[in-house]
């Protein structure tokens, strides 16, 4: 079965120092992995997405994931943080049933605070 | 702009009543979702339709109807069957529903009960 696992549920970094959050995934099948973004009140914001492709995923405003099969960890990361990164981040596996239905599973969410 | 909407912002219920929110998207896409999302939860699939005049049961579907009569429009309505329906809910689309596919999602409405 698929699941995804934020490892911390609250995350607090100083403005201009590296932010890492953690994510390990299960998956029967060779997974999509997303990170999503979410502002208070707000939607969610695609923050970048692994498919199969370059394991290193670039995503916007500076954020960037690696994908690593042996480890089963997505991890989200960013050089230097600054104070409109913070909001909540969701770490998302797509299930795959070898057909095509793209059904998310989202972990329970990281919430970044960025202090001054 | 391209984009999906969902009205209103904040909806209130009262016992025994059903609501309706609505989404709408401009993007063309074929497949749309609904989710709800309640504290320290992430977000649960309530349904999900691929093409219009279909639609399938998501992980909580109790207490919720959907339709999808045009493709650009995916209403729920929060039925009174559905015993604890404070949450923020959001919906989203992707052009084909499939599992590489990226959901775009709504700018959500809270649901709350008076």
């Known amino acids: 079965a698929q699941s995804v696992t934020q490892l911390d549920s609250h995350v607090s970094v100083s403005e201009g120092t590296p932010v890492l959050l953690r994510c390990n995934y299960s998956?029967?099948?060779?997974?999509?992995l997303f990170w999503y973004v979410q502002h208070p009140n707000k939607g969610l914001q695609l923050l970048l997405k692994y498919t199969s492709a370059a394991t290193l995923v670039k995503g916007i405003n500076g954020f960037e994931a690696e994908f690593k099969k042996s480890e089963t960890s997505f991890h989200l990361t960013k050089p230097s943080a600054h104070m409109s990164d913070a909001a909540e981040y969701f770490c998302v596996v797509s299930l795959h049933y070898g057909g095509s239905q793209g059904n998310l599973i989202f972990g329970k969410g990281t919430k970044l605070s960025v202090k001054p | 702009d391209g984009g999906i909407t969902q009205s209103p912002k904040y909806l209130f219920r009262k016992e025994g009543q059903n609501v309706t929110l609505s989404c709408e998207q401009n993007?063309?896409?074929?497949?749309m979702y609904w989710y709800r999302q309640d504290p320290g939860q992430g977000l649960r699939l309530i349904y999900y339709?691929?093409?219009?005049?279909?639609?399938q049961k998501g992980d909580i579907a109790e207490g919720y109807s959907v339709s999808r009569e045009k493709k650009e429009s995916f209403p729920l309505t929060v039925t009174s069957a559905q015993k604890n329906p404070t949450a923020f809910y959001l919906c989203a689309s992707s052009y084909s529903g499939g599992f590489q596919e990226t959901q775009y999602f709504g700018p959500g409405t809270r649901l709350l009960v008076l």
């Open positions: 339709s691929q093409i219009v005049n279909d639609f």
């Open positions: 998956s029967s099948y060779s997974p999509s």
């Open positions: 993007l063309n896409h074929d497949a």
